[in-house]
Structures are given as C-alpha cells and as structure tokens.
C-alpha cells in the first residue's frame, strides 16, 4: 500500500537553453532558492534540449550540464536530445547506431542549394541534419521567425565560436572536448517516469511522464514511436519527435493520464498533461523556463532579477 504520508517528490523540467549560460546559472540559482533544499537536492531533473546555438556559450552551458552529476549526486539527472544538439552530435560524429549518411540527405536533396549545406572536408560521413546545422545558408533573414539567420539554418555559427573555431570549419571536431562528445553521445531522445504527482484542481494526481524534445505524433502509434526513440534510429533523416510542429503539439489520443513535456516550440504552454516549455526560444530578451512538479510552479531565469 503506498504511504500516502510520503511527500510526492520533485520533477524540474528545463526549457531549451540554447548557448545562454548566465541565463541558465540564474535559472539554477532561482530553482535552487524556490525549491526546499531537501526536495531540490534529491529532485529529478529533466533537461529538455537545445542546449546549443543561437546563445553565445554554448560550451560553458555543456561544461555545466557535464559537472552536474558530480556536484548535484543525489539528484537524477536527465539530457533530452534536442534536434539542435542532434545535429552538433552527428558533425563531431558521435550519432549512435550504423546509418548511411548519403540515404538520409535524398529525401531533402532539393532543399541543398537553398539551405547551404555543408560540403567541406568530412561531409561524406554526416548526417543530413548534421549537414543543414553546419552549412551556410545564403538568406540572411529568417521571414518566418522575425530573426537573422546566425550562419546556418540552425544558427549554427555561435556554437562553433565558443569553441574558439569559425563558423563551418571541420576543426569543431578536435576543439570540441571528450567529455563533450560523450555527453552528446549519449544524449537520450525520450525519458520516461512513472508516478509523477501533479497538481490540478481535483487534486494531485499520479501520472505517467513522457519527456521528449518536441512532442509525438498524434497519429502514430504511440509504443513503436516510443521504441525508435529509444533505439535512437539515425536512418531516419528527421526525427518528427525531435523537431515537428503542429504535428507533435498535442497529446496523442490513445494516452490518458499521461503528462507529456517538451520544449522546442519557442513558447510556454500548459494545457491539462501537455507541457510545453520553451519560454526563450533562443532569443536574447527571453527567459530560459523551467516548470516544477508536483507544483506547476514556473521558475525562471529572470525571477529576483533586481535582489
């Protein structure tokens, strides 16, 4: 029988932190003073991609995220691949599993000229995406975000440059450190948990929680898209549930009492168990979001910003 004296414990989902490492430090330091400390300390963290590009630090982000085990030992910490940290994963190449790189780039062969994919020393053995993050596109304006493109289509030029190497040079590979590309290495593409407590307003309530960066598919299946996540397939040219839209944005229906949170969106948005949290979107004036379950209480970087 389950103790029902017991305190349901911490879940702190992190939004996309893209390269903005004062951002994330603030953030920290925020969660840290919200949260009690017996409940921060032994807390499940769930970082939920995009931890690079468009920010400045892409590489101080990491070397934090990267210390976190050590400093933090009783929390649970999770790293949720982002489409973006995909893509850095498969120009250091360290994209799990056997893949052609060649059969992921036909798909999307027409798109080449428009994105300006990279085709300098080492392409053979990229990724599409990998390819598209690290080219340089010939637009400078991005019509659809209201932004200037930052080198690539994934903004891709700050990430090289905290790394002390210039946008789409294939020296990224020996500047990026070993204990980076194991983080990237093993980056999970989907988290589970049972048992998150919630509260709503009948109550709290006991989930199930599905992390994953940008949502599932409504009209898949929910288990064989589950256990491609899992197998972390790099056949596959786009991971829908790594970087969709509209086609990931709700819940999909065979789910009940499931929570299921991502970021990537470029918004906040909590409607019942869908949780999206990506306040900042990689965008300088916007804060970086964490959400804390069972509570629901948002924290941000910005929070106590004038004490």
């Given at each position: 029988?389950?103790?029902?004296?017991?305190?349901?414990r911490?879940?702190?989902?992190?939004?996309?932190?893209h390269?903005?490492?004062?951002?994330?430090?603030?953030?920290?330091?925020?969660?840290?003073?919200?949260?009690?400390?017996?409940?921060?300390n032994?807390?499940?963290?769930?970082f939920?991609?995009?931890?690079?590009?468009?920010?400045?630090?892409?590489?101080?982000?990491?070397?934090?995220?990267v210390?976190l085990?050590?400093?933090?030992?009783?929390?649970?910490?999770?790293?949720?691949?982002?489409n973006?940290?995909?893509a850095?994963a498969?120009?250091v190449?360290?994209?799990?599993g056997?893949?052609?790189?060649?059969e992921?780039?036909?798909?999307?062969?027409?798109h080449?000229?428009?994105?300006?994919?990279?085709?300098?020393e080492?392409y053979?053995?990229?990724?599409?995406?990998?390819?598209?993050?690290s080219?340089?596109?010939?637009?400078?304006?991005n019509?659809?975000?209201?932004?200037?493109?930052?080198?690539?289509i994934?903004?891709?030029?700050?990430?090289?440059?905290?790394?002390?190497?210039?946008?789409g040079?294939?020296?990224?590979?020996?500047?990026v450190?070993?204990?980076?590309?194991k983080?990237?290495a093993?980056?999970?593409?989907?988290?589970?948990?049972?048992?998150v407590?919630?509260?709503?307003?009948?109550g709290?309530?006991?989930?199930?929680?599905?992390?994953?960066?940008?949502?599932?598919?409504?009209?898949?299946?929910?288990?064989?898209q589950?256990?491609?996540?899992?197998?972390?397939?790099?056949?596959?040219?786009?991971v829908?549930?790594?970087?969709?839209?509209?086609d990931v944005?709700?819940?999909?229906k065979?789910?009940?009492?499931?929570?299921?949170?991502?970021g990537?969106?470029?918004?906040?948005?909590i409607?019942?168990?869908?949780?999206?949290?990506d306040?900042?979107?990689g965008?300088a004036?916007?804060p970086?979001?964490a959400?804390v379950?069972p509570?629901?209480?948002?924290?941000?970087d910005t929070?106590?910003?004038?004490?």
């Amino acid at each position: 029988m389950a103790d029902s004296t017991k305190k349901p414990r911490t879940v702190i989902c992190i939004g996309d932190i893209h390269g903005y490492h004062t951002k994330l430090l603030n953030l920290w330091s925020n969660l840290q003073s919200q949260i009690d400390p017996e409940s921060f300390n032994a807390a499940t963290v769930i970082f939920l991609g995009d931890y690079c590009d468009r920010g400045p630090d892409t590489r101080k982000v990491i070397d934090f995220l990267v210390s976190l085990p050590e400093q933090y030992p009783n929390q649970k910490h999770v790293f949720l691949a982002g489409n973006h940290d995909f893509a850095l994963a498969g120009f250091v190449g360290v994209l799990p599993g056997e893949f052609e790189p060649k059969e992921t780039w036909d798909e999307y062969a027409d798109h080449e000229d428009r994105e300006g994919w990279y085709k300098e020393e080492g392409y053979e053995k990229m990724h599409l995406q990998a390819r598209r993050w690290s080219g340089k596109i010939k637009a400078k304006f991005n019509a659809a975000k209201g932004t200037e493109y930052k080198g690539s289509i994934y903004d891709a030029a700050p990430t090289f440059e905290s790394y002390g190497v210039p946008h789409g040079s294939f020296d990224l590979v020996k500047a990026v450190p070993e204990d980076h590309k194991k983080f990237l290495a093993d980056m999970v593409w989907v988290h589970e948990e049972d048992d998150v407590c919630i509260e709503t307003e009948g109550g709290l309530k006991h989930c199930r929680l599905i992390a994953v960066h940008a949502g599932l598919e409504r009209r898949k299946n929910v288990q064989e898209q589950l256990n491609y996540l899992k197998a972390r397939d790099c056949r596959i040219p786009k991971v829908t549930p790594l970087s969709g839209r509209k086609d990931v944005w709700n819940i999909p229906k065979e789910l009940t009492e499931t929570i299921v949170v991502s970021g990537h969106h470029g918004k906040l948005h909590i409607d019942g168990l869908r949780l999206i949290i990506d306040e900042g979107g990689g965008l300088a004036n916007n804060p970086v979001a964490a959400i804390v379950l069972p509570s629901m209480k948002l924290v941000r970087d910005t929070d106590n910003n004038s004490s």
